[in-house]
């Protein structure tokens, strides 16, 4: 049964830091991986998504990594602004396809200080 | 990008009442969309596998006869929570599937 946990619970940084989420995964026959965000009530905001055969994405100051092998991921933001305070979540398809239904981490809850 | 909506955003209502959730992928069709809930600085625990045309799957520990599970078109599905009490507020999220899984914005639900 895959189980995917997320590590730190929860950072809080100062403005301008550089920072890693962790994301590992215990089955690592993964078909892709993803990384969202939630906003406090919000629903999920799609950041980036690793396809399996990949090592890693970028988007903007946001760059995310895939060790299959290991049952890692982690996800780089880079010059953090308060605005990027929210909870990032990682999850996996519980299958081998890619609109199985995911399997979510515990979450990391960021706080960005001004 | 794809596009999914979810109706009501929020809702109150009394225990014991049923409470439907709409959700609706707007640009493409989905032939199959999932149910998560996720309880206060909790992470998403799906639910449910809504499948067009089909009955929907349910997870372990989700009762089918209080969550109620409709996927009658490509682009809808509904979830209702019938005799709802105070411990099923909650906030549910839907997905919905094409090449990949796009999300609403979640309904929270607040039983009295």
């Not at chain 1, 305070?85 to 960005?112: D, R």
């Not at chain 2, 809702?11 to 959700?23: A, D, N, P, R």
């Not at chain 2, 640009?27 to 929907?56: C, H, I, V």
Request: proline share 4%.
């Amino acid at each position: 049964k895959q189980e995917v946990t997320q590590i730190p619970a929860a950072l809080s940084v100062p403005e301008g830091e550089n920072l890693v989420l962790n994301c590992s995964f215990t089955d690592s026959a993964i078909y892709n991986l993803q990384w969202f965000r939630q906003d406090p009530g919000k629903g999920l905001t799609s950041l980036l998504l690793i396809q399996s055969s990949q090592r890693e994405q970028t988007s903007g100051r946001l760059n995310a990594s895939l060790d299959k092998s290991s049952g890692r991921s982690t996800l780089y933001i880079a010059a953090s602004q308060p605005g990027d305070s929210a909870t990032y979540l990682c999850a996996v398809p519980a299958g081998g396809g890619a609109t199985n239904k995911l399997i979510f981490g515990t979450g990391t809850l960021l706080a960005v200080q001004p | 990008g794809a596009v999914v909506s979810q109706h009501p955003s929020w809702v109150i209502c009394k225990s014991g009442t049923s409470v439907k959730i709409e959700c609706r992928s707007l640009d493409f069709q989905a032939t199959t969309m999932f149910w998560y809930r996720q309880f206060p600085k909790q992470s998403l625990m799906l639910m449910a596998t809504s499948n067009e045309g089909s009955k929907a799957t349910y997870e372990q520990g989700v009762e089918k006869d209080k969550f109620l599970i409709n996927h009658a078109s490509l682009t809808l599905s509904t979830l209702t929570v019938t005799s709802a009490h105070p411990e099923d507020s909650s906030f549910y999220i839907c997905s919905a599937a094409s090449n990949e899984q796009f999300f609403g914005p979640g309904t929270r639900l607040t039983v009295l």
